[in-house]
């Protein structure tokens, strides 16, 4: 093998990301295939240029190695994510959250409720994740007890999970992105305010007006929260001291506690609540710690009334498997071309014609939609294209802030929306509901988008570096 590594030209670099597109598009749009035998074959596409290029497999496999390490941390948590709702369903926390919620909450208002509630734990956590997987978990029970539109709900609770994702000083990606370019961490938040606000509230109008639309009528949503309190109540018993799990991993995220030894541990203590508190029977009549612990792993597996047992059998290590496989094979199509140069290639060829402001910010938002389509990693997709425009931002004459703030728009809270992302696969599996089912209704995720690109169009709210800064 030529140990001699030849730069790929923009033609072929662009092939295996194309590969992907139309193969997606078709198979998955059209034909209704899996995506990961898709993404595999792209892969396949991209290590054959890269052979072509001087590549060896050790090398290529290097770079998936990497980026699937990369995403381990991730994966970790969404193992955990399972453990977490499987010992919720177990020790009936997550049942009483929904008892309750269903007379507190009106179908009318719940697509609008969903959206605040998650944007308020999303902030004060600084975890989108946490917030779908907590409340957002909840919340859909409640939906589905009161017969309102699962996809409409769910899209409102990714929308207010990424609020605060996008907002939070206590997110990750609220971090990275000043970082990555070079702006400062409360001048970047302030900064979003031009494009979040106006999402937000044309997110929050939409589902005022159309959420009611998602409900049924008050009689039948009537008969069927009696219908299921009564038959939970048949299979609980309630205590205020169920919510403890949740309050504690409430806690853990707003004191910065390591993320999955607080769930792991809820976990444990919410099997112990399990056995504690309940005393229905799964097998001869008892409840044992073992038992817990399997339900952890593979979810609960019970024969209840059709509408019970949709709602109860979730959970579980295991019930995440498929979504780990769909980020192993994302991860692993990410490592090639990033390994090779393939996707710099692409975005770099892309801002060689680039000369206005407008241009710069639209090509930046370009730039970021495309690493998040082809890695689906939120990371990426603000890490790669900050440091590529860092520098031009400064030539034109741009504040860095600027460039944080269409990071995040473009970067941060579009990837819940691509179904084989990694934050795509969590919030189908954590709330039931496909991508493409709840992505019309997670109305802030792509309407920052909007607004980034009208600021960019008419200059409101674009920061020049003024005398000082330079």
Not at 62 to 79: D, N, Q, R, Y
Not at 215 to 226: D, K, P, T
Request: hydrophobic content about 50%.
């Amino acid at each position: 093998m030529n140990s001699t590594k030849k730069e790929p030209s923009f033609l072929l670099a662009l092939t295996p990301i194309l590969v992907m597109i139309v193969g997606l598009a078709l198979g998955v749009g059209y034909m209704k295939l899996k995506v990961e035998p898709i993404i595999l074959i792209a892969a396949l596409v991209a290590g054959g240029i890269a052979w072509r290029l001087g590549y060896s497999w050790s090398e290529l496999q290097e770079g998936v190695i990497e980026k699937i390490s990369s995403s381990l941390p991730a994966l970790m948590i969404l193992w955990a994510v399972g453990l977490l709702i499987g010992s919720w369903v177990f020790s009936g926390t997550i049942p009483m959250i929904i008892y309750y919620g269903v007379d507190l909450i009106s179908p009318q208002y719940l697509v609008l409720t969903a959206f605040v509630i998650a944007a308020i734990i999303s902030t004060v956590t600084g975890t989108s994740w946490g917030s779908a997987g907590t409340v957002g978990v909840a919340i859909m029970g409640i939906a589905q007890g009161l017969d309102v539109n699962l996809a409409a709900t769910a899209g409102a609770v990714v929308a207010g999970a990424y609020f605060g994702d996008k907002l939070s000083p206590l997110s990750d990606t609220t971090n990275l992105a000043p970082i990555a370019a070079g702006s400062e961490l409360y001048e970047h938040i302030r900064h979003m305010f031009y494009t979040t606000i106006p999402a937000t509230i044309v997110a929050i109008a939409a589902y005022l007006f159309f959420g009611s639309e998602a409900a049924s009528s008050g009689a039948n949503v009537s008969e069927s929260v009696l219908a299921l309190q009564g038959q939970l109540d048949k299979i609980f018993h309630w205590n205020i001291i169920l919510l403890l799990p949740v309050f504690f991993v409430l806690a853990g995220s707003v004191l910065k506690w390591p993320t999955i030894p607080v769930m792991i541990i809820a976990s444990l203590f919410s099997v112990l609540l399990g056995v504690i508190v309940q005393d229905f029977s799964f097998k001869n009549g008892f409840i044992s710690v073992m038992t817990g612990f399997n339900v952890t792993m593979s979810g609960i597996n019970m024969e209840f009334s059709k509408d019970i047992t949709k709602l109860l059998n979730r959970g579980g290590v295991s019930s995440v498997n498929s979504t780990t496989i769909l980020v192993i094979c994302a991860m692993g199509f990410a490592g090639i071309i990033s390994k090779t140069g393939m996707l710099t290639k692409v975005l770099h060829t892309i801002m060689a014609k680039v000369k206005s402001t407008a241009g710069v910010i639209i090509s930046t938002i370009g730039s970021c939609l495309t690493v998040a389509f082809v890695t689906g990693s939120s990371y990426l997709s603000i890490l790669i294209p900050g440091e590529m425009f860092k520098d031009f931002y400064k030539e034109k004459n741009l504040a860095a802030k600027n460039l944080s703030r269409t990071l995040e728009d473009s970067g941060t809270v579009i990837v819940p929306l691509i179904p084989w992302s990694a934050a795509g696969a969590y919030m189908t599996a954590t709330l039931g509901v496909p991508t493409v089912e709840y992505l019309p209704w997670a109305i802030l995720n792509y309407m920052g988008v909007v607004f980034a690109i009208i600021l960019a169009l008419t200059g409101i709210g674009i920061a020049k570096i003024n005398k000082d800064a330079k």
